[in-house]
T-cell receptor, first 113, second 115 residues
Framework: AQSVTQPDIHITVSEGASLELRCNYS??????LFWYVQSPGQGLQLLLK??????LVQGIKGFEAEFKRSQSSFNLRKPSVHWSDAAEYFC???????????FGDGTTLTVKP | DAGVIQSPRHEVTEMGQEVTLRCKPISGHNSLFWYRQTMMRGLELLIY????????DSGMPEDRFSAKMPNASFSTLKIQPSEPRDSAVYFC?????????????FGNGTRLTVT
């Protein structure tokens, strides 16, 4: 069975600082991996996805993520965080059907001024 | 495109009442998913449809929950009778199931409170 672990429940960073959110997955085959962001009162919005090819993927809002098969990780990064990035972030893994994704428990990001 | 549209945004009801949540997927998407989000259990897939047909309802918690998709542009999730433990945010999402490269598009959710 597929599973996703986001080790950090809550992260606080200063505005302008770099950010890395961790995600580890468990899946028997090559996974399809996603990062979503959820702002308060909103649904989840896709930031980026990985299916194959280049292991460093670029997403919206200046985010990127790197797939490392050897570490079963798909960490999300941003070089300089903006106050508007404060939200909850979810990592997800899926087979061929993105809808049957397994989601991590989420990481809440707080941005200090 | 207006995105996935859910209604109502908020629902407060008393225990024992019937609750119906509604969803309009993105036009052209042929897969629709109902999720439930709570603090305790995170995001859980309840049921999903492909071409209006329920494919997997193994996530539906019990018989009080039912979902229908009478056509490609409308789905409902019904809880009858509702209980306080059903309080959660319910999300509908759609995708073009014909392409593995198509991600989920979520609605803004319905926050359900059962008192």
């Amino acid at each position: 069975a597929q599973s996703v672990t986001q080790p950090d429940i809550h992260i606080t960073v200063s505005e302008g600082a770099s950010l890395e959110l961790r995600c580890n997955y468990s899946y028997g085959a090559t996974p399809y991996l996603f990062w979503y962001v959820q702002s308060p009162g909103q649904g989840l919005q896709l930031l980026l996805k990985y299916f194959s090819g280049d292991t460093l993927v670029q997403g919206i809002k200046g985010f990127e993520a790197e797939f490392k098969r050897s570490q079963s990780s798909f960490n999300l990064r941003k070089p300089s965080v903006h106050w508007s990035d404060a939200a909850e972030y979810f990592c997800a893994v899926a087979n061929t059907n993105a809808g049957k994704s397994t989601f991590g428990d989420g990481t809440t990001l707080t941005v200090k001024p | 495109d207006a995105g996935v549209i859910q209604s109502p945004r908020h629902e407060v009801t008393e225990m024992g009442q019937e609750v119906t949540l509604r969803c309009k997927p993105i036009s052209g998407h042929n897969s629709l998913f109902w999720y439930r989000q709570t603090m305790m259990r995170g995001l859980e897939l309840l049921i999903y449809f492909n071409n209006n047909v329920p494919i997997d309802d193994s996530g539906m918690p019990e018989d009080r929950f039912s979902a229908k998709m009478p056509n490609a542009s409308f789905s409902t999730l019904k809880i009858q009778p509702s209980e306080p433990r059903d309080s959660a945010v319910y999300f509908c999402a759609s995708t073009s199931g014909s392409s593995y490269n198509s991600p989920l598009h979520f609605g803004n959710g319905t926050r359900l409170t059962v008192t």
